[in-house]
Structure formats: C-alpha cells, structure tokens
C-alpha cells in the first residue's frame, strides 16, 4: 500500500481536470487519509471549492438507522415512472439481450418502481430478447440463461433482488442525500434518474 507522502507526490502530477474527476466520482473509494491530500490539492491548485463540499458529502455515510428509515421512505413514494401510489415500490433487475452475427449486447437496468411499471419493462425485455437475443454465437447462449435466470429471480428471488437494488441507490447516492436532503421531491428525482440509466 503506497503511503500517504508517494500519493500526495503523484498527485501534484495530475491535471486538474484528473482532480476534479477524482473528487466527483471516486472519493467515495479513497482512503481517509487520502481524503485530505485530494482536498489540499483542490485548495492548492484553487479549484471549485464545492468539490470539497462534494467529497465531504459523498464521504459521510449514513447511519444504519437512516438507511433503514430511508429504504422505507422510497417504498411508500409514488411510482418515479407512472406517478401512481399503487402500494409499495420495489427494486428490479431487467435485462435485455439483442444479438446479430458477431454482435451481442446484453443490458441490464436496475429500476425502482412500482409492479405494474415493472411488469410492462420486463415484458418488453423479455420480448426484445426472445426476438433478437438468438442471433449470434454468444447470443444463442445467452438468451436462454437471461430468460431462465427471470423466471427464477420472478420466483424466488424477487424481495432480495429488490433490497440489493435500493441498498445499491442507497450507497451510491450518499453524496447527493447529504446535500439535496431526503425529502420526497430529492428523491423522486434521483429514482428517474436511476430508471432512466442502462449498464
């Protein structure tokens, strides 16, 4: 493990435009002690001080307590797709895979979102998968295990699928629950932006 002295040292060789991407998407994986030398060279090098804002943010974790009252406050809002409050909402993982001679793209969404907006993405996955999923090598052995992995996930694995998919929203977005709050609004917000995003 580098020390902190050999970190700070290679740092001072970064651009700034290498700074900033460290402070707005890797923070989170640092080290506190490397913490401190990502913000000094922020103040060093004058750059946007809410940089340190963001990875003071992103760095404070919740409390196990939050989490679990936060978990419950996404379950009871209204479905971030259709707008519906028709119970609770719940995390899913919908994948599609579409393949052409040496082609294969298999593509999984996690969403949070009520079961009647789940069934109509699933549907359509399991859909453009059964018509386009065969058509390459890959493609022949991939299609069948994604369309049995639903089917298994749909029967047995649905409530642990679901508390992985909003634990991982949880964690992801520390930073931006520190800073924009936990209110309902803040939420919807970031749960659109979750449901709008492909891996």
Same mark, same amino acid.
């Given at each position: 493990?580098?020390? #902190? ?11 700034? @435009? ?24 922020? %103040?060093?090098? $004058?750059?946007?001080? $809410? ?11 919740? @409390? ?9 406050? %996404? ?12 119970? *609770?909402?719940? !995390?899913?993982?919908?994948?599609? #895979?579409?393949?052409?001679? %040496? ?32 058509? @390459?090598?890959? !493609? ?9 992995? *639903?089917?298994? $996930? ?7 699928? @679901?508390?992985? #998919? ?8 520390? !930073?931006?629950?520190?800073?924009? !709050? ?18």
């Amino acid at each position: 493990m580098r020390t #902190v002295e050999e970190i700070r040292a290679n740092y001072k060789k970064f651009t700034d @435009s290498k700074i900033e991407d460290l402070a707005k998407y890797e923070s989170k994986s640092l080290r506190r002690d490397v913490l401190s030398v990502l913000k000094d060279e922020i %103040i060093a090098r $004058n750059l946007d001080p $809410n940089l340190i804002t963001w990875v003071d943010a992103e760095n404070d974790s919740l @409390s196990e307590m939050e989490k679990k009252n936060l978990k419950q406050r %996404i379950k009871h809002l209204p479905c971030p797709t259709c707008f519906k409050k028709n119970g *609770e909402i719940y !995390g899913y993982e919908i994948t599609t #895979v579409i393949s052409f001679l %040496i082609y294969c793209n298999d593509v999984t969404e996690f969403k949070i979102t009520c079961s009647d907006c789940a069934k109509k993405a699933k549907s359509n996955a399991i859909l453009k998968t059964l018509f386009l999923g065969w058509w @390459s090598r890959s !493609g022949f052995f991939v299609t069948p295990a994604t369309l049995l992995k *639903e089917i298994v $996930n749909r029967l047995f694995y649905k409530e642990k699928i @679901s508390n992985r #998919v909003i634990d991982n929203f949880i964690a992801t977005n520390t !930073g931006m629950f520190r800073l924009k !709050g936990m209110e309902k609004e803040a939420l919807l917000s970031l749960l659109k932006k979750l449901n709008r995003e492909k891996y």
